[in-house]
DNA sequence: TCGGCCGTTGCGCACTCTGCAACGTCCATT
DNA sequence: AATGGACGTTGCAGAGTGCGCAACGGCCGA
């Protein structure tokens, strides 16, 4: 690994938490100011950092555009997205799409409720990913060693009482998810909130991608969410359906690690 | 300026164009394979590369957050979107906020329209700087010899015949713009979408903003969206005063050990 | 079975990055 | 108005680090 390319790249999460001045960047990477000078150059030159006029350094317009176009390419959002809007359309709620990727699970696609009240969510953001619905699918399906490693590298926060408390009761979890072929989070991540979740397959039947309906209990109970369970399952078959269709003949693929 | 970093950061703009592998990223950038690897593991370490069951590398996660952070640290947005929803409740037209840098311009929140056709556009997307209207206004407030140095070194691509054809006529539009306060593009990107702009100033006076309204030819004639201009200035200057009496004079920032 | 393609590894050389020290500037303080 | 300090910037010499080479190994198609 390049330590001066290492380096450069911690500055992004450091810059990501606020702007901060060549001082504060070259204390916190542990250098002497000229060589975080020199590191917040290349990344401005690159326009990944920005100066202010207060010459302060915040993130720059190019991680926008990369991200954008980064997305952009995700041909699972672009199959999916018409499927979450008519879903969307029918119940009224919160639609997400997700994807795993290196131990995180982040929304690629969000369609916002249409009532008043509505869950706090980004795309980009990383999901709560011992209690998201869409967490527990996607990682469901991991082999049995990555599930086991990576369930014991997580950290399990009590957002609230009904949070995943641990290792051993999220894997069971997962197991569950895995058998059942759907997932639920009822309160797991915030206390009001309920979500149910299908797992969206590829040609070669792995779960590429999960999407999730939402709703707050003002709005509808968990009973009634539970109800949209089928609907859930049929557009997510349909989206599965539509990306391995359109998926050319792919490669063949090695099923054992 | 770091060599190294510059080859690393040089790879993700490749990258952004769709999934390469390794020897597609090494022949690019012009240099060994070996030395493309170890760029593309460090990139791939924070998380700024993914690499997919093919081995292909394609824009990682990180990117996403990463963005979704800065994003969320402009205060600008912070402030003007209700605003902006505002607006856009009562108008049912796409309402966007842009923001200059670096000599580029770009959307950095947007409120949808109410109507089945839309504009298409994205938050993050750079605008069509030559004929957009919120970039007259954000680029009208430089400084003489910036706007003309910037004007000098744009493409001035014809997307549609009302487009800004060269650097003259659009410094005569920036001047017009400067003047009046006020921007509007009449079919100069699309042939059939017309907007209308207003500035966002700082305490200052400087430009630091820009919103705009905009609509399809199908949907109101440019005559009607006009009509709409005061309600946008008197919504621009609305953001203006809350974003200048928010903003505390300068704030001071303390480093915890 | 063989040949080619691609990703990966270890290594020695030298190029490039590093930290130091000194300078210029701006601002706050006396 | 003068002084001190904080901060960003520059040039430099040393050495640490990234560089390309060459060889290996796995995979796939011939």
Redesign the interface.
């Known amino acids: 690994?390049?330590q001066?390319?290492?380096r450069?790249?911690?500055i992004?999460?450091l810059?990501?938490?606020?702007?901060a001045d060549l001082g504060?960047v070259a204390?916190r990477l542990g250098v002497h100011k000229s060589t975080a000078l020199?590191?917040l150059?290349?990344?401005h030159?690159?326009?990944?950092v920005?100066r202010q006029q207060?010459q302060r350094y915040?993130?720059?317009?190019?991680?926008?555009?990369?991200?954008?176009?980064?997305?952009?390419?995700l041909d699972v959002r672009e199959i999916a997205h018409p499927h979450l809007a008519a879903l969307n359309e029918r119940t009224g709620h919160t639609v997400h799409l997700a994807v795993h990727?290196?131990g995180?699970v982040?929304y690629?696609d969000k369609v916002e409720s249409r009532y008043p009240v509505r869950m706090y969510s980004?795309?980009?953001?990383?999901v709560a990913i011992t209690v998201a619905a869409v967490a527990k699918l996607l990682l469901a399906d991991l082999p049995e060693p990555e599930r086991r490693a990576l369930a014991a590298k997580l950290d399990y926060p009590r957002y609230t009482p009904r949070s995943t408390p641990d290792a051993a009761a999220f894997l069971q979890e997962l197991a569950t998810v895995r058998e059942q072929g759907w997932a639920t989070d009822l309160g797991g991540h915030e206390e009001s909130i309920n979500c149910v979740a299908a797992p969206i397959r590829g040609a070669d039947g792995r779960v590429v991608a999960a999407m999730s309906v939402s709703a707050p209990n003002v709005v509808v109970t968990a009973e009634e969410l539970l109800a949209l369970l089928p609907l859930v399952r049929r557009t997510a078959e349909a989206i599965s359906h539509d990306y391995s269709g359109t998926t050319p003949p792919k490669?063949t693929?090695e099923t054992p690690a």
């Open positions: 690994m390049s001066t390319v290492d450069a790249l911690s992004l999460p810059l990501a938490q606020g702007p504060q204390d020199r590191l150059r290349t990344l030159e690159h326009g990944l920005y207060d915040r993130l720059g317009a190019r991680l926008f555009a990369l991200a954008q176009e980064a997305v952009e390419n990727e290196d995180e982040l690629i980004r795309i980009g953001k990383p490669e693929e």
